[in-house]
């Protein structure tokens, strides 16, 4: 439980320092919420927290193109600074799990559209 609350805690950092990922430390918070205890699990996933940033992605497995792209600057900034400080092999390892993450979520994620720009597209199509 100390460990999900800690999960917590740098998902809410991550959320003002762009260098911190959000979205790894909430789903591991919700997979040690669950397995720890049935109440904290229940209660965070009635938070906004949870809503704002993860409950779509859980529901639809989905995510809209700015999540994306925010997902993979903050992890191309992170491999690059260990890259530079790696040695060879390393940073063999570290190319790797970039090209991983590229590909993953720009095939294996499913992009939707953020909410307001089906509505710009319509009153765009009904004005032109």
Known sequence: ????????????????????????????????????????????????????????FVATRSMTRRAKSRVLV????????GFIFSPWFARII???VLAFHYVYFIFGIRTIAEEGE?????SGQSAG
């Open 74 to 81: 903050v992890v191309t900034v992170l491999v690059t600074v």
């Open 1 to 56: 439980m100390a460990l999900a609350f800690f999960c917590v805690g740098s998902g809410c950092v991550g959320i003002v320092l762009p260098i911190l990922p959000t979205t790894p430390f909430l789903l591991l918070a919700v997979v040690l919420f669950a397995k720890g205890s049935e109440r904290f699990h229940r209660w965070f996933l009635s938070t906004g927290l949870y809503r704002k940033y993860l409950a779509d």
């Open 94 to 96: 570290l190319a790797v």
């Open 118 to 122: 089906n509505d710009q597209e319509a």
